[in-house]
């Protein structure tokens, strides 16, 4: 086994920095590694630049919203598109034409008007690195997504929050729906809110 001696090794190992020639073989000359098509890639390595944005697009009830929203996502290259004011209803997840995810979040209630309402738009990259979501009504939505070091997580959290005009009520209730969704956010993962729209 060849190994690589100086005092950035162990800082290197650490951040998930790997030397091409320090992977042990074996009798045959084959890595012991998985082959990177086999295992799933994670969001957030210290090897590559994530791109992510936001975006309030004031609706996606119209039709061919979605594709073209999945179109700008593609042409800048964005890992995770944070959407705000969708206007959809429900909670869901939607696979793309074009492979990108939706994750959606909206108002429940039967009836409920076509107002507010956040998603998330995820590239394949993204998508093949979530770990899991959470809708948490009309206005919040958080995506848990694998990082290259084990046992952190990166946490989307996509929020529209009620302007200064709305009643205090209604702000009291998002701020305190969404310092608990925050809390529950292991303090050792990498937590990224998004557009709070105040």
């Known amino acids: 086994m060849l190994t690589r001696k100086n005092n950035s090794n162990h800082l290197n190992s650490a951040l998930g920095v790997r030397f091409p020639f320090r992977r042990t073989m074996t009798p045959h000359g084959e890595s012991r590694v998985p082959s990177e098509a ?6 957030l390595t210290t090897r590559a630049t994530t791109f992510t944005d936001t975006w309030n697009v004031r609706t996606m009830w119209e039709t061919g919203k979605t594709s073209q929203i999945a179109t700008g996502m593609r042409r800048y290259n964005l890992a995770v598109l944070e959407i705000s ?9 939607q696979r793309l034409n074009t492979r990108e995810m939706l994750l959606y979040s909206g108002h429940e209630e039967e009836n409920a008007p076509h107002t507010q309402g956040v998603a998330l738009m995820l590239s394949k990259v993204a998508r093949n690195a979530l770990v899991g979501w959470e809708s948490h009504g009309s206005r919040i939505i958080k995506a848990s997504f694998k990082t290259k070091n084990e046992g952190i997580t990166m946490n989307i959290i996509q929020c529209y929050a009620p302007t200064n005009d709305s009643n205090d009520d209604n702000k009291d209730q998002f701020y ?16 990224i809110l998004i557009d709070l729209n105040a």
Do not use: A, N
Request: net charge positive.
């Open 38 to 43: 086999t295992r799933p890639m994670p969001l």
């Open 176 to 191: 305190e729906r969404l310092q608990s969704i925050t809390e529950k956010c292991p303090r050792k993962d990498l937590t």
């Open 85 to 93: 004011e969708t206007y959809w209803t429900q909670t869901g997840q």
